[in-house]
């Protein structure tokens, strides 16, 4: 069973967070509404008659491995997130913040490193997504 809360150790600038994608499916029904709501305007049709998850060989460039894994996740990912209007800083901090995981594959970042790439305040990124309440999956790496 997952854990439903998030560490009661209290997070610090140097913490590094991502998307717990586990989690927020767990948590979250909605959350291919979610992800669809950030593919760009190309995939937003073609994903729109999508009600489940459509499941896709992910071949690996540097290995050659196949996997298996969700096809409009690795979209959003490998795809749109790579759009140069994908990030903005106009867009709510929760959103900027789990854009700046699609589009770096969802490297492990610290709130001093999204401070960086959204242009928004460590501490104020720190206060939002270190706190009891998680949004979008966005939890610390344990």
Not at 50 to 69: C, F, L, N
Not at 77 to 94: K, R
């Amino acid at each position: 069973m997952l854990n439903k809360f998030p560490s009661l150790v209290k997070p610090t600038l140097k913490t590094k967070f991502h998307v717990d994608f586990d989690w927020f499916k767990a948590q979250d029904s909605n959350w291919r509404q979610s992800l669809y709501a950030f593919l760009c305007k190309e995939h937003q049709a073609i994903y729109a008659d999508y009600q489940d998850a459509t499941i896709v060989d992910i071949v690996s460039p540097e290995t050659g491995e196949v996997s298996q894994g969700d096809g409009m996740l690795y979209t959003l990912i490998h795809h749109c997130a790579a759009q140069p209007d994908f990030l903005s800083s106009e867009m709510p901090l929760v959103d900027s913040i789990f854009k700046v995981f699609l589009a770096n594959q969802n490297t492990p970042l610290t709130s001093e490193e999204l401070a960086e790439k959204t242009g928004k305040q460590a501490v104020t990124i720190l206060q939002t997504i270190g706190g009891l309440r998680v949004y979008k999956g966005i939890r610390p790496v344990s």
